[in-house]
């Protein structure tokens, strides 16, 4: 196994928080395969980039000879994680948690390596804290032990409480029962985001209560999106999603601010930075997507991503392959088309695009205010990158 120091070297890159180095020092000293532990609440269904930071470097620990252990909570999902939220989230049925649980396992192994992966549902043992025979641990150790004012002490809670949200007591409970996770399976290492802090340190004093040796907190910054401002998610459109195709996930990569990108070469790769950054903004961005859809799908689509970059950007050329979307009643608002046909992720996002002249129909620059309607396939062009073909009614 790599020394210590190497180790350590790869595993600290990007890390915004440890606790602590000395006690990782120490397990890696021990020269065995460690226990690394990440847990993940299927709440979507589809991964994005911003997930991937924690995958990489959990990939990081496999490379190093290491296991991960991969909990996914079907339990803790059924209540929902508060972490940076200013309200509670709405419940999952659990035909929604076992469908995402589904899709979360096939684009988790596009980053992991499965064969060392442990993967376990929390619902395994934090379900049985609910039965007649092992009840009694719950209020026992679990609430007996923990007050409301150590629980409250979150940032989060704090916020919606003094701006009069509503707290559930299921959600009091969250941290307790993810960090039970880490003694159920006797972690050593937990990975989270740096907003998952709180319930990470809740497991090492869980680990210590039940007389195991607490883990090491190890956690990761949000990513941006391509936006360079918000942190990578669905609802402000500004994600990269596992399941884009290769010329989407190349052509957004291409789309990222140049001085976020350096962050995502830190975070998402172990490019040797001094390297990097050597080179011209543009190779590098190209490089990275390269590096991107090489991981997730394959070598040869990110060359065929970096060539079909080059045709349709340098020379404005319109992608041989170009998804179709049908008009609904014969015509469509073009606000309302841009939102349907998922080229733009909100009505006010798509009034912007189309005020700075960005949107075309057959070449010919729509404004704001039109109706589309169209006799026979038309490609509708939103900014530089993103195409649809539109089909008469």
Partial sequence: MTSTEQQLKRILRGTTKVVSDGELRSRLDEGRPLRVKLGVDPTAPDIHLGHTVVLSKLRTFQDL?????????????????????????????????????????????????????????????????????????????????????????????????????????????????????????????????????????????????????????????????????RKMSKSYGNHIALNDAPNDIFGKIMSVPDDLMWKYYELLTEEDLELVKAQHPMEAKKELGKIIVARFCGAQAASAAAENFRNVFSHGEIPEQVEDFRLSGGEMDVVDLMVAAELAPSKNEARRLLAQGGVELGGRRLALGERVAVSEPTVLRVGKRRFKKILPA
Avoid: C
Avoid at 117 to 144: I, M
Avoid at 167 to 193: H, N, T, W
């Fill in 65 to 229: 000879g290491h296991t991960v252990v991969f909990i996914i909570g079907d339990f803790t999902a059924s209540i929902g994680d508060p972490s940076g939220r200013d309200a509670t989230r709405p419940a999952l049925s659990d035909e929604a948690i076992a469908a995402n649980i589904r899709t979360y396992q096939d684009q988790v192994f596009r980053v992991l390596d499965p064969a060392k992966t442990e993967v376990r549902q929390n619902g395994e043992w934090l379900y049985d804290l609910f039965d007649r025979k092992s009840a009694q641990f719950l209020p026992k150790t679990l609430l007996r032990q923990h007050t409301v004012q150590q629980l409250m002490e979150r940032d989060d809670f704090t916020e919606r409480r003094n701006a009069g949200q509503p707290i559930s007591l299921l959600e009091l409970m969250y941290p307790l029962f993810q960090g039970f996770d880490s003694v159920a399976v006797r972690s050593d290492v937990e990975l989270g985001g740096h907003d998952q802090l709180f319930n990470l340190m809740m497991g090492r004093e869980l680990q210590r209560q039940a007389g195991q040796k607490p883990q090491v907190v190890l956690t990761m910054p949000l990513l941006e999106g391509l936006d360079g401002k």
